[in-house]
Nanobody, 115 residues
């Protein structure tokens, strides 16, 4: 397993969650990393990326200002801090490289936001 996500759960709208992704050292140290999410019946979408240097981020408009991507190289972990969650954030969240070619996808972690 190259990536393993955790930290999902059910939360009321307005609440927060922090997702974690433990990845192989060579993946984190050599790739821009990203968080992706998928809702059943829809395409997986990229929502946040972090450059390998850790200095550059990208956020999809729908999460900008609410989500923060970061990493701890010593722990081989990428995080996604999600604040002010909305019901439309409900999805399965995946960690992977920011762009193709992707590593094998993990199982993801489910986030459910209820109003």
């Amino acid at each position: 397993v190259h990536v393993q996500e955790s930290g999902g759960g059910s939360v009321q709208a307005g609440g927060s969650l922090r997702l974690s992704c433990v990845a192989s050292e060579h993946i984190i140290n050599n790739n821009d990393m990203g968080w992706h999410r998928r809702v059943p019946g829809k395409e997986r979408e990229l929502i946040a990326t972090l450059s390998v240097s850790g200095r550059t981020t990208y956020y999809r408009d729908s999460v900008k200002g609410r989500f923060t991507i970061s990493k701890d190289v010593a722990e081989n972990t990428v995080y996604l801090q999600m604040n002010s969650l909305k019901p439309e954030d409900s999805a399965t969240y995946y960690c992977n490289t920011a762009r193709r070619p992707y590593e094998d996808w993990g199982q993801g972690t489910q986030v459910t936001v209820f109003s």
